[in-house]
């Protein structure tokens, strides 16, 4: 059984830092794409970033990038959000989610979220200003 595991949420001041966690089980680590999705209240899922297990190549939405890292730990078949300079807007659930690699990771973030799965069931990041 397919299982992902989200930890590391909780109430941080704009400009902190959080490192979210992603613990997978029940696949092979290696055939998977790990994303992290995030959605706040009324308003729509948004795709956040994404790493391959192929080549550990990166995937990061306009909004993150350059505050959010993402990696991996392939050993613990786990994945780590990092991160830093948050802001309000911030603020949502954030899930993780696995799909197969079966293309480069900026389609499936794009036009083919719906290959993800398996989902973790969603760690709140609360951002105060």
């Known amino acids: 059984e397919v299982q992902l595991v989200e930890s590391g949420g909780g109430l941080v001041q704009a400009g902190g830092s959080l490192r979210l966690s992603c613990a997978a089980s029940g696949f092979t680590f290696d055939d998977y794409a790990l994303g992290w999705f995030r959605q706040a209240a009324g308003k729509e899922r948004e795709g956040v970033s994404c790493?391959?297990?192929?080549?550990?190549?990166?995937y990061y939405a306009d909004s993150v990038k350059g505050r959010f890292t993402l990696s991996s730990d392939n050993a613990k078949n786990t994945v780590y959000l990092q991160m830093n300079s948050l802001k309000p807007e911030d603020t949502a659930v954030y899930y993780c989610?696995?799909?197969?690699?079966?293309?480069?990771?900026?389609?499936?973030?794009?036009?083919?979220?719906?290959?993800?799965?398996?989902w973790g069931q969603g760690t709140q990041v609360t951002v105060s200003s």
């Open positions: 790493i391959s297990s192929n080549d550990g190549s990166t």
């Open positions: 989610a696995a799909a197969r690699e079966a293309m480069p990771i900026e389609s499936l973030m794009g036009d083919y979220v719906m290959d993800f799965g398996s």
